[in-house]
């Protein structure tokens, strides 16, 4: 256990800087419509794990909607918090 440990950390880290470094970039599009569609389409191109999320079920998908856009929200209150320093 605590071998994958180790590397469950890493992927999540990974992730998580694919993440910011994704919504980072579309930062200046945040007043577009459709922003966070946006950020999804971009996360599944940019992020191996999450392309995979059309191979859930769809009771699994729409979970994954709901963390996606908090996880999303959260990046982007940390972003504009880091701009405005």
């Known amino acids: 256990m605590r071998d994958n440990a180790a590397l469950m950390i890493k ?5 998580i800087n694919t993440w910011r470094q994704v919504i980072d970039s579309l930062f200046d599009k945040g007043t ?3 922003f966070m569609e946006l950020i999804f389409i971009e996360l599944k191109k940019a992020d191996r794990i999450f392309a995979n999320l059309d191979l859930l079920s769809q009771e699994i998908q729409s979970r994954e909607s709901f963390s996606f856009r908090q996880s999303a929200l959260e ?11």
């Not at 982007?76 to 320093?85: C, F, G, M, T």
């Open 32 to 34: 577009r419509p459709k």
């Open 75 to 85: 990046i982007i209150d940390y972003l504009k918090r880091k701009k405005e320093k």
């Open 11 to 15: 992927f999540a880290l990974d992730q």
